[in-house]
């Protein structure tokens, strides 16, 4: 038996987000397919998290246990060959048995982008969120930086099933930032890892602050585990995970 990874990049419009739902199409099912029919048997797909639905991925890690001996090029070829064109594989690596996507990762990386001209283009409106209205973008510049640090982000995260077991919502964000490029308002937040719906609620909350319905100053008091969940989400087009980053060999 062998252990593979594989880094993927996928365009989510199109997907009920990353994790396998019963009748639906996800990113996961879809590779799956592919891979069961190449090995022959079922093969199960370990993600290193999961992505909403509409939200979209420029290289994410997965990995899964394979009995075929093809080599790992000709693997990445077989499955871009099979898959669909908004789905690519870009490597294909062995790995050691143990090697776990989810809890080996060492940070993880998030681009929120938001178009702020009044004509969006059509070929960008899947990937941006179209917001031509008037914001403090000076506010939300400053407002980004204070998520950096480590954090109770419960504030910022949706109810998800794994509650019940009462695990921690801290979490460390090594980097955190917003700034203007040309039509693009940019915010990239790279952290130790993210809860359900945590970078759209924390975008959510950026553009409140840009409307001047909150001051920068109220995420001290959000990040000390205030049990009320922000009610503000960004729209999932605009988001896309960048990277994930695992220790090196």
């Known amino acids: 038996m062998r252990r593979i990874s594989i880094r993927i990049s996928y365009d989510g419009t199109d997907y009920h987000g990353w994790q396998v739902q019963p ?11 592919v891979l069961s029919t190449l090995d022959g048997k079922s093969v199960h797909l370990e993600g290193s998290g999961r992505t909403d639905a509409g939200v979209h991925a420029l290289a994410v890690c997965a990995a899964f246990n394979l009995d075929n001996p093809i080599p790992t090029d000709n693997l990445r070829r077989a499955l871009n060959r099979q898959l669909p064109p908004d789905i690519r ?38 990937y941006v969120h179209h917001h031509p209205y008037p914001l403090n973008e000076v506010d939300m510049i400053a407002a980004a930086d204070m998520f950096i640090g ?26 955190a930032r917003m700034w203007r490029h040309e039509e693009i308002l940019h915010f990239r937040v790279r952290g130790s890892g993210f809860l359900k719906h945590m970078v759209r609620h924390m975008m ?36 896309t995970q960048i990277s994930v980053e695992y220790p090196l060999p």
Do not use: M
Request: with cysteine.
């Open 204 to 239: 959510g909350f950026l553009l409140e602050v840009g409307k001047e319905n909150h001051l920068p100053e109220d995420l001290h008091y959000l990040l000390k585990g205030h049990p009320a969940k922000v009610p503000y989400s960004a729209p999932a087009q605009g988001l």
């Open 89 to 126: 594989i870009l490597e294909a690596t062995e790995r050691p048995l143990d090697f776990q996507p989810r809890f080996n990762a060492l940070a993880k990386t998030y681009e929120y982008r938001i178009w702020r001209e009044e004509i969006c283009p059509p070929f960008l409106q899947r």
């Open 23 to 33: 009748g639906l199409r996800t990113i996961q099912s879809t590779i799956e397919q």
């Open 150 to 175: 480590e954090h109770d982000f419960t504030a910022f995260a949706s109810a998800d099933e794994s509650d019940i077991l009462g695990k921690s919502k801290v979490r460390r964000i090594f980097d």
